[in-house]
């Protein structure tokens, strides 16, 4: 089983401030890493597939990067409506999710 | 638009059998991939089981000796079915889509489901 390590768990920032989320994977997944956001009480909502690439919909502060056993999510210019739950997820063996990170508006 | 809607007991006994149903709307079965994933309060995401096209299923690890997850194409429902259930598995529990090894695209709203005797 691919285990994926986030950090941090937590991270409080201010408005229009940058949140840089990091997942690191057991073993290589190499761009099968997912990211979604999740808010108290909905389901969770993809927001970068395959490590980079951008979803429909899905406002452009958000990015991502990396490959192998090393991501990253960014949100640029962090707003209210950003406090939440945050995940990556691999597809490349059987399927897991990395512990979640919680980002909190300051 | 696709639409899955999961449905079962609220409430389920100690030792007893766990029985969850995803329908699903608005959308082919064919191409996709159909998962379980449950969430336990205030904890994260568990991946649980998953049926690929051609009926290829493949189940977590940890949970393989209790879990059976089984399609139904001509209802379009997906079904879990967890046995031998402690308080341990009590969580929220979703049915989710994935087109092919794509990432998670479609969820349900989640159906809570608590273990008490």
């Known amino acids: 089983e691919i285990v994926l390590t986030q950090s941090p768990d937590f991270q409080s920032v201010t408005p229009k401030g940058k949140v840089t989320i990091t997942c690191r994977a057991s073993q290589s997944v190499g761009t099968s890493l997912h990211w979604y956001q999740q808010k108290p009480g909905q389901s969770p909502k993809l927001l970068i597939k395959f490590a980079s690439q951008s979803i429909s919909g899905v406002p452009s502060r958000f990015s991502g990067r990396g490959s192998g056993t090393d991501f990253t999510l960014t949100i640029n210019g962090l707003e209210a409506e950003d406090a939440a739950m945050y995940y990556c997820h691999q597809s490349a063996s059987l399927l897991t999710f990395g512990g979640g990170t919680k980002v909190e508006i300051k | 638009q696709l639409q899955l809607k999961e449905s079962g007991p609220g409430l389920v006994r100690p030792s007893e059998t766990l029985t969850l149903t995803c329908t699903i709307s608005?959308?082919?079965?064919?191409?996709?991939?159909w998962s379980w994933i449950r969430q336990p309060a205030g904890k994260g995401l568990e991946w649980l089981g998953r049926v690929a096209p051609g009926g290829i299923i493949i189940y977590n690890p940890s949970l393989a000796s209790r879990l059976t997850v089984s399609l139904d194409t001509s209802q379009k429902r997906f079904t879990l079915r967890l046995n031998s259930v402690t308080a341990a598995d009590t969580a929220v529990y979703y049915c989710a889509r994935q087109i092919y090894a794509t990432p998670f695209d479609s969820w349900g709203q989640g159906t809570r489901v608590t273990v008490s005797s």
């Open positions: 608005g959308g082919s079965l064919s191409n996709n991939y």
